[in-house]
């Protein structure tokens, strides 16, 4: 009887896992602190950048309307969607024996794909304000109100939250017993349905037919719509059409940008490929990035306003 027990004990001691090794990228101290240094700089860029973004939205009253409350939510994402993992992967660069607790792993999916999808409807929902904007300018203040922005921003963040319990109550519950190794920086599904002890084979397809659908139907979506706003940009070609194509580059140039790696990982057949593990980083640091950078920055109505904030803020800082 008490074999029998201490045997199941056993047993249910080694079917849990209660916390995986991470590999890193590399393992040669000149790439480590390259790596340290560039994730480092990016890191605070996009959080500096998107800050800025929301602030200057927010405080602004001029740029209070559909395209730039549009914009301020996607630096919220982009901020939340960096977060995830870099800070993560910038305190464990240096270290020789990279943890992650099995809740930790756990988080660090749910999060990622939460607001991920969540960023993927929303460009989707940034494509449609451009075509509104670009096909239909009449309607513009009608369409795209401000409840029917509110509308858009609910809907994507509940997408997000059950693209990602899907997996994820798929997840939880599986075995874990032997190798718990992750070759990678940070947790992520493919990689970690390898390492439970039981088939996964179902639950891979799971994955794939989940995120790579929504990573690959978003995108063609995205694609078709700003090729069709590109045709009638054209058509009606004028004066206009030159700064409505640089902006629809802009957005061209970010989808592609932030789907491409997604879209290699989730639907790539070769698991043993170490390409993906590099592509992590750009999802991860030069995305989120992106967003002041391309979006923002060029846009001369954002510049103002922006040195218009600065200007009151040195103000105030003078007659206090
Ligand atoms: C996000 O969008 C909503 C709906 O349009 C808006 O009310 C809110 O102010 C936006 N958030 C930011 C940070 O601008």
Known sequence: MLILVSEAMGRLNHSVVSEFVLLGLTDSWETQSLLFIFSLLFYFASMTGNLVIVLTVTLDAHLHSSMYFLLANLSVIDMGFCSITAPKMICDIFKKHKTISFRGCMTQIFFSHAVGGTEMVWLMAMAFDRYVAICKPLHYLTIMSPRVCLCF??????????????????????????????????????????????????????????????????????????????????????????????????????????????????????????????????????????????????????????????????FYRKIS
Request: proline share 5%; with cysteine.
């Open 153 to 314: 921003l609910v809907t994507s963040w509940i997408i997000g939250l059950i693209h990602s319990l899907v997996q994820l109550a798929f997840v939880v519950n599986l075995p874990f017993c032997g190798p718990n190794v992750f070759d990678s920086f940070y947790c992520d599904l493919p990689r970690l349905l390898r390492l439970a002890c039981t088939n996964t084979q179902e639950l891979e397809f799971m994955v794939t037919v989940n995120s790579g659908l929504i990573s690959v139907g978003s995108f063609v979506l995205l694609v078709i719509s700003y090729i069709f706003i590109l045709l009638t940009v054209q058509k009606h070609s004028s004066g206009g059409s030159s700064k409505a194509l640089s902006a629809l580059s802009a957005h061209v140039t970010v989808v592609i940008l932030f789907f491409g790696p997604l879209m290699f990982f989730y639907t790539w057949p070769f698991p043993t490929s170490h390409l993906d593990k590099y592509l992590a980083i750009f999802d991860a640091f030069v995305t989120p990035f992106l967003n002041p950078v391309i979006y923002t920055f060029r846009n001369k109505d954002m510049k103002v306003a922006m040195r218009r904030l600065c200007s009151h803020l040195v």
